[in-house]
């Protein structure tokens, strides 16, 4: 044990053998180097050891690569409105983009998935086309605190029910899923507490409805399956699609239908439609299905955890 002691006081008195070498002597190219093998998150987490890791953790060439391929036509067809975006160093317009943006009239949200990268899409119901949406009869917009929007579209009751929608967007290559968030009932607050109103709930459970979607270069899906679950948000997988050519813009065309005039149905709120990479909208629907059993009536703080909102990781 003492000679343990006397060699540490021989190493720091400049009369021993020289210091061994530190984390913090390695050279910050090297760091930068390591820190571009790394995903986000870990970038970030490295990035709080030392001084040489957290400057070069800022270097252009790491946070390139983590944007996706498209992102220059997100900067400057998609966000072009916000100037700003154009003067970011790469890490901090990672982050910006990782955050939601809106865009067409604030109809439309895109961010990245924080921890791959990924492009996700958030499509509103004033974005979608819906069969008598102007008819008060049939059709409101309600206030709610439970999506990324202001505004809901309530059915309350209809004998053709069809909802459209159609976007143009440079992807990258990859396989994307779409999804239809809906939920049964209408949200209420009652003493600070919620509740939800299922008094227009009918018809749902006579016949399925039917999603499809469909491309430009020709991919198809179509599913059917009855709508449940009332007072819960739901998303309902519409079906993949796959992106080869990162360089050209790809049209998609979805739609959830309910034309069978047989029999009224009623009492659905339709939120938004949403596009991830698949393996993000995996983790979503899962994640998604998982919390909302911890967080009870709280379903805006699930459904804002998940989505990209928190860019804390990368506010260095």
């Known amino acids: 044990m003492g000679a343990n002691l006397s060699g540490a006081v021989a190493e720091g008195d400049g009369v021993g053998p020289p210091l061994r070498p530190r984390l913090g002597d390695i050279p910050e190219s090297c760091a930068a180097l390591i820190l571009a093998r790394l995903n986000p998150p870990e970038i970030c987490s490295l990035a709080r050891l030392n001084r040489s890791f957290c400057s070069a953790s800022s270097a252009d060439f790491i946070w390139e690569s983590k944007l996706p391929s498209d992102y220059k036509f997100i900067v400057e067809k998609v966000l072009f409105e916000d100037t700003s975006l154009k003067n970011l160093q790469k890490k901090q317009l990672y982050a910006r983009l990782c955050r939601p943006n809106t865009f067409d009239g604030g109809t439309k949200e895109i961010w990245l998935d924080k921890n791959t990268g990924g492009v996700c899409l958030s499509i509103s119901s004033k974005a979608l086309t819906i069969t008598g949406i102007d008819d008060r009869r049939y059709w409101t917009h309600i206030s709610t605190e439970e999506s990324r929007y202001p505004t809901v579209a309530y059915l309350q009751q209809t004998w053709w029910f069809e909802v459209d929608g159609e976007l143009e967007f440079q992807f990258p290559?990859?396989?994307?899923?779409?999804?239809?968030?809906?939920?049964?009932?209408?949200?209420?607050?009652?003493?600070?507490?919620?509740?939800?109103?299922?008094?227009?709930?009918?018809?749902?459970?006579?016949?399925?409805?039917?999603?499809?979607?469909?491309?430009?270069?020709?991919?198809?899906?179509?599913?059917?399956?009855?709508?449940?679950?009332?007072?819960?948000?739901?998303?309902?997988?519409?079906?993949?699609?796959?992106?080869?050519?990162?360089?050209?813009?790809?049209?998609?065309?979805?739609?959830?239908?309910?034309?069978?005039?047989?029999?009224?149905?009623?009492?659905?709120?339709?939120?938004?439609?949403?596009?991830?990479?698949?393996?993000?909208?995996?983790?979503?629907?899962?994640?998604?299905?998982?919390?909302?059993?911890?967080?009870?009536?709280?379903?805006?703080?699930?459904?804002?955890?998940?989505e990209g909102c928190d860019a804390t990781p990368f506010a260095l």
């Open 173 to 306: 290559a990859g396989t994307y899923s779409l999804f239809f968030r809906l939920q049964l009932g209408k949200s209420l607050k009652r003493l600070g507490r919620r509740v939800c109103n299922s008094e227009h709930i009918h018809g749902w459970d006579i016949k399925p409805v039917q999603f499809c979607l469909t491309t430009s270069d020709g991919q198809q899906a179509v599913c059917r399956c009855h709508l449940d679950s009332p007072g819960n948000w739901s998303l309902y997988h519409v079906g993949d699609f796959i992106v080869e050519n990162s360089n050209a813009l790809t049209r998609i065309k979805f739609s959830l239908t309910q034309i069978d005039c047989t029999h009224t149905k009623g009492g659905l709120c339709v939120d938004a439609a949403l596009i991830y990479p698949s393996s993000v909208g995996k983790e979503v629907k899962s994640y998604f299905a998982a919390m909302l059993p911890r967080f009870g009536s709280s379903r805006r703080v699930v459904w804002w955890a998940w």
